[in-house]
């Protein structure tokens, strides 16, 4: 079955970084598109970074361009989300999430909370 298991997030002070980590399963993760989402108290869940399945093409939500960076790993079955100059509202837990066959797949999600 597919899994999606995150990683990485934690505390961190505004302007600092965290690497979070997607790790990938039960499907075969080099041919399918990935993304980060987020939801912060309150809000919506909100796209926040897409990337292809080659890795060729990556896409953005405009608050975080210059500051987060989307990547993969194909042989490791592993989607990264770079977050540098975090800010108060940047806090949030972060999923990520696959689309397959008409499903939608979520991992269970890990919080990052920017606050001095």
């Known amino acids: 079955q597919v899994q999606l298991v995150e990683s990485g997030g934690g505390l961190v002070q505004p302007g600092g970084s965290l690497r979070l980590s997607c790790a990938a399963s039960?499907?075969?993760?080099?041919?399918?598109?990935m993304n980060w989402y987020r939801q912060a108290p309150g809000k919506e869940r909100e796209l926040v970074a897409g990337?292809?399945?080659?890795?060729?093409?990556?896409n953005y939500a405009d608050s975080v361009k210059g500051r987060f960076t989307i990547s993969r790993d194909n042989p490791k079955n592993t989607m990264y989300l770079q977050m540098n100059s975090l800010k108060s509202e940047d806090t949030a837990v972060y999923y990520c999430?696959?689309?397959?066959?008409?499903?939608?797949?979520w991992g269970q999600g890990t919080q990052v909370t920017v606050s001095s």
């Open positions: 039960g499907f075969t993760f080099s041919i399918y598109a």
């Open positions: 990337i292809s399945s080659s890795g060729g093409r990556t």
């Open positions: 999430n696959v689309h397959r066959y008409g499903n939608v797949y």
